[in-house]
């Protein structure tokens, strides 16, 4: 199994502002995905986040609001940019196995997200 | 991919097995169903995945009937610490580069009291 840290855990930010959410994994990983929890509701997906190439995103989410940077196999970032309070979400970023079952995923504990 | 449709919450009793079915009426046929548990604020945690028949681990049992248009995870003697929402998703068949993105549904909210 895959261990994810996710910092920060939580955050209270200003509207218009940006803030960069960090994914890191225990154990290189090919494939990344990032997703968004709004409160109360069910998880979506945002982008896929392949290193070495762009991320490719998924219907309602574009590259200048969520940039994401996948540098190595065990680390990516999602930026959540120009904020406004319908940001406000949990994030998770979770991974792959490589040659698992195809849908067996570890998530990261959650990015709690305020926007005020 | 399929649509899945699942009950919104359920309620049960500690020591009780609980069954939780799902339908997915549109499912191809190199899906796989996949089951996922999430606590409040932690992110989803993998139960079990399975393509027909039976598939049995440690935590749970999963059901699918010959046609696969539904599926029914089976927790045996809940606890109250199997409080959770429960997903089923139905997932394409195994890819190359370790993953597959997920869709997940509205999830059924299981409540287990003393």
């Known amino acids: 199994s895959a261990v994810i840290s996710q910092k920060p855990s939580r955050d209270i930010c200003q509207r218009g502002t940006s803030l960069t959410i960090q994914c890191q994994v225990d154990?290189?990983?090919?494939?990344m995905f990032w997703y968004r929890q709004q409160p109360g509701q069910s998880l979506t997906l945002i982008a896929t986040?392949?290193?070495?190439?762009?991320?490719?995103?998924e219907s309602g989410f574009v590259i200048d609001k969520f940039p994401i940077s996948r540098p190595n196999l065990t680390f990516s970032t999602l930026t959540v940019s120009n904020m406004s309070p319908e940001d406000s979400s949990i994030y998770l970023c979770?991974?792959?196995?490589?040659?698992?079952?195809?849908?067996?995923?570890?998530f990261g504990p959650g990015t709690r997200l305020t926007v005020t | 991919l399929a649509k899945t449709t699942q009950p919104i919450s359920m309620d049960s009793y500690e020591g009780q097995e609980v069954n939780i079915t799902c339908s997915h009426n549109?499912?191809?046929?190199?899906?796989?169903i996949t089951w996922y548990q999430q606590f409040p604020s932690q992110g989803p945690r993998f139960i079990i995945q399975?393509?027909?028949t039976k598939v049995t681990n440690e935590v749970a049992s999963l059901f699918i009937p010959a046609d696969r248009k539904s599926s029914t995870l089976s927790l045996p003697r809940v606890s109250l610490s199997d409080t959770a929402v429960y997903y089923c998703?139905?997932?394409?068949?195994?890819?190359?580069?370790?993953?597959?993105?997920?869709?997940f549904g509205t999830g059924t909210q299981l409540k287990v009291e003393l």
């Open positions: 979770s991974v792959g196995v490589a040659g698992g079952i195809s849908g067996e995923q570890y």
């Open positions: 154990s290189q990983v090919t494939m």
């Open positions: 986040a392949n290193q070495g190439s762009e991320a490719t995103y």
């Open positions: 549109n499912i191809a046929t190199n899906d796989y």
């Open positions: 399975g393509y027909k």
């Open positions: 998703l139905v997932v394409r068949g195994r890819l190359t580069g370790g993953g597959n993105k997920l869709t």
